[in-house]
């Protein structure tokens, strides 16, 4: 009689314990591009317990080839879904990045806002992440932003962040019916060296990862863009072999 009541503790005990699991299981979207900054926040979800459903877009941009790497870092990486979104933003133009008749310059230190900011990209992109995320039930979107060591866009200051986040419980559905929806910037006061650095001691394999502006069809950087710019100057400045292929 005492085994069998032991034996009964035990497993609904076990039972309660897996179901508080399954509930305490957080999903999370993370707009992912396969660069340092985005493979970084997917590595920080997934130490703070999120199921991770990587966000990519295939927006029209030149460099085509981060999507390859983002297919790449996604799938090494072990999100639960990694979904591709087509938008063609280069229908609008507007953008070194999208119009072919603007060309992506080398870096400046002329504290002007470069010729690759791409009219509202992070409105857009956050707007459909927040779509899937009610689909799936999540409520925490992860985005790379940072306000150190970048090029100066207007939509990665934390100003906008928090503005989108209120548009986020006010224009939904599940907003409306009181759940709170919260926009993660982890990388928003980092410099490069610090996110390097903390993307490392989260096992992090950089060498995967693709974030020039300019990268050729076989994945290769230019070294000179602002993307690459800082990417170099964060390797160095975190004291570690830069792993990025160059052209």
């Known amino acids: 009689m005492a085994l069998r009541l032991f034996l009964l503790f035990y497993f609904e005990s076990g039972s309660n314990e897996l179901g508080k699991a399954a509930v305490m299981q957080k999903k999370a979207v993370i707009l992912f591009s396969g660069g340092l900054d985005s493979t970084t926040c997917v590595a920080i979800a997934k130490s703070q317990g999120y199921i991770c459903y990587a966000l990519s877009f295939d927006y029209g941009q030149k460099h085509k080839s981060e999507l390859d790497a983002a297919k790449r870092v996604a799938n090494l990486m072990e999100v639960k879904e990694h979904k591709v979104i087509?938008?063609?933003?280069?229908?609008?133009?507007?953008?070194?990045?999208?119009?072919?008749?603007?060309d992506v310059v080398d870096?400046?230190?002329?504290?002007?806002?470069?010729?690759?900011y791409?009219?509202?990209?992070?409105?857009?992109?956050?707007?459909?992440?927040?779509?899937?995320?009610?689909v799936l039930g999540a409520f925490d979107i992860f985005i790379g932003a940072n306000d150190v060591d970048y090029s100066g866009y207007p939509d990665c200051r934390p100003e906008y962040l928090q503005a989108f986040e209120r548009l986020a419980n006010l224009a939904t559905k599940a907003g409306v019916e009181g759940v709170k929806y919260t926009i993660h910037a982890p990388l928003l006061k980092l410099t490069k060296r610090e996110i390097i650095q903390q993307g490392m001691e989260l096992g992090v394999?950089?060498?995967?990862t693709l974030s020039c502006y300019r990268a050729d069809t076989k994945g290769?950087?230019?070294?000179?863009?602002d993307s690459?710019?800082?990417?170099?100057?964060?390797?160095?400045?975190?004291g570690v072999a830069d792993p990025t292929r160059y052209f």
């Open 220 to 225: 290769r950087a230019c070294g000179k863009c």
């Open 86 to 102: 087509s938008l063609g933003l280069n229908s609008l133009g507007g953008s070194a990045l999208t119009d072919k008749n603007i």
């Open 228 to 238: 690459c710019t800082y990417r170099r100057k964060g390797f160095i400045e975190a």
């Open 118 to 134: 791409v009219p509202a990209r992070n409105t857009v992109f956050l707007s459909v992440a927040l779509g899937w995320a009610e």
């Open 107 to 116: 870096y400046s230190d002329d504290n002007k806002i470069p010729v690759t």
């Open 205 to 208: 394999n950089y060498e995967t």
